[in-house]
């Protein structure tokens, strides 16, 4: 199960965003229109899957990030919930 934050260089894509773009929640890489988002569960520990039900006032929940589309397919794959940014929240 793929994990937050943690794909093959992150930490080198992540890097290269320069603070400057948010970086894709998985990859790191640059996300250039943040349209898709992820939710992020037990202090970064994992992605929210698909029909769990999330507590935001939970101390473990870190909120949503943005993630590329390349990378939501491969989380929606693995059961991860996938998010319309419009509709983040709600």
């Known amino acids: 199960m793929p ?13 290269k965003c320069g603070g400057k773009q948010d970086p894709c929640a ?3 890489k640059a ?7 992820v939710e992020v569960l037990e202090g970064g ?5 698909k029909d ?5 006032q939970d101390p473990g929940h ?4 943005p993630v ?8 929606l794959k693995h059961g991860v919930k996938i998010v319309d940014n419009g ?4």
């Open 68 to 75: 590329g589309p390349t990378c939501a397919a491969r989380l």
């Open 52 to 56: 769990e039900q999330t507590d935001e």
């Open 62 to 65: 870190m909120g949503f990030f």
């Open 31 to 37: 996300v250039t229109s943040p349209d898709t988002l």
């Open 87 to 90: 509709k983040a929240g709600q």
């Open 3 to 15: 994990r937050p934050f943690s794909g093959p260089r992150y930490q080198e894509n992540e890097r």
């Open 45 to 49: 520990g994992r992605f929210a899957l």
């Open 26 to 28: 998985f990859c790191g």
